[in-house]
């Protein structure tokens, strides 16, 4: 464009000069011709720098985000690791002869191999794993069925392959032992036992005469007896514990029938609560161990010297043990309680 300007302003120039335009006309023309023309190359040179500015920045932006591209790729998971294995894979094949040599797979819990279909990496790995405990089980016993180098060989290969799924494999054992041990040591659920008595006695008492004032030696009163009768009680428990430290008892009973002695309770059976036959709530205590030397009690009813320190006793028992309270237990511990 610029040769084209210049040779139109020359053939101007020399028609000027033919027709007799005078020289300093012409000269005046040239001049400004010439000044004129360096402006216009400043700005197409400027124009030529922006251009190429814009090209290197345009191709460093290509780049950086060719860059990105592969970083981003790079990230990206291979897709042999995100297939199964297959019956048809080496790997496959090369841990079902380490299971026939070895046997380090017995199967599922059903007694099932199943080793025809295709399983995920992480289940793969679980394989993978029990062989090499097998083999080094075998090699640090010495045992005359030691691995041979072919086996070594698959056994290494694998490992390598399945490296990543191994090593997650096994970070995840490691973290389940110590949480398998801590629910070994602390193994409990919410359970509710329900237990019972029943006991049907028969029974009767004879006149007798008591002393009410031992210091003067002189039984001046009458304590009638009864006629043989049938006492019968119902007990029923609910035991429900929490955890290891703590429980609930609720009881219900319903008794008929006594022969309670006028003079004393040291006498009286120890099955004797006559409740007409109607149910009643006899426990409804909640124990507490906080720590190891110290238990607690509390509750509406039930709460008394006798289940507080009586222990699991058969012989203080009403269905097992003796027949009279005073025979269960003395009567100092009783602290006026049977």
């Known amino acids: 464009m610029r040769g084209k300007n210049k040779l139109w302003k020359f053939s101007w120039l020399l028609a000027l000069s033919v027709f007799g335009v005078p020289q300093n006309a012409v000269a005046q023309v040239y001049q400004d011709t010439l000044a004129v023309e360096p402006e216009k190359s400043v700005e197409t040179e400027e124009q030529i720098n922006k251009q190429a500015k814009e090209q290197v920045f345009n191709l460093s932006s290509s780049e950086s985000s060719a860059n990105s591209t592969e970083d981003s790729m790079s990230q990206v998971t291979s897709v042999s690791q995100l297939r199964d294995v297959q019956p048809t894979d080496w790997a496959f094949q090369a841990l079902q002869s380490l299971v026939e040599r070895y046997g380090c797979i017995s199967g599922y819990p059903d007694a099932t191999f199943r080793g025809n279909r295709s399983i995920s990496r992480y289940e793969f790995a679980a394989g993978v794993n029990a062989c090499l405990d097998r083999v080094s089980q075998l090699i640090s016993e010495q045992t005359a069925n030691l691995a041979n180098r072919q086996d070594l060989e698959a056994i290494t290969k694998l490992q390598s392959e399945f490296a990543a799924e191994l090593a997650t494999l096994r970070g995840r054992v ?165």
């Open 174 to 338: 490691d973290s389940l032992e110590p949480r398998t041990a801590e629910l070994e040591a602390n193994q409990f659920s919410t359970t509710t036992k329900l237990t019972g008595i029943n006991i049907v006695g028969i029974q009767g008492r004879t006149n007798n005469r008591g002393d009410v004032n031992p210091r003067d030696g002189v039984k001046d009163t009458q304590d009638p007896g009864t006629n043989v009768n049938l006492i019968n009680l119902t007990q029923l428990y609910l035991t429900t514990q929490f955890n290891s430290r703590s429980f609930l008892v609720t009881g219900l009973g319903a008794t008929n029938g006594e022969t309670r002695p006028r003079l004393s309770d040291d006498t009286q059976l120890a099955y004797e609560l006559s409740t007409r036959n109607q149910v009643v709530l006899t426990d409804a205590r909640f124990h507490w161990l906080p720590t190891d030397n110290l238990a607690l009690m509390v509750g509406t009813t039930g709460v008394t010297m006798t289940n507080a320190f009586r222990g699991p006793n058969r012989a203080e028992n009403a269905a097992t043990g003796a027949l009279s309270g005073f025979a269960q237990r003395n009567p100092i511990l009783n602290i006026g309680f049977l």
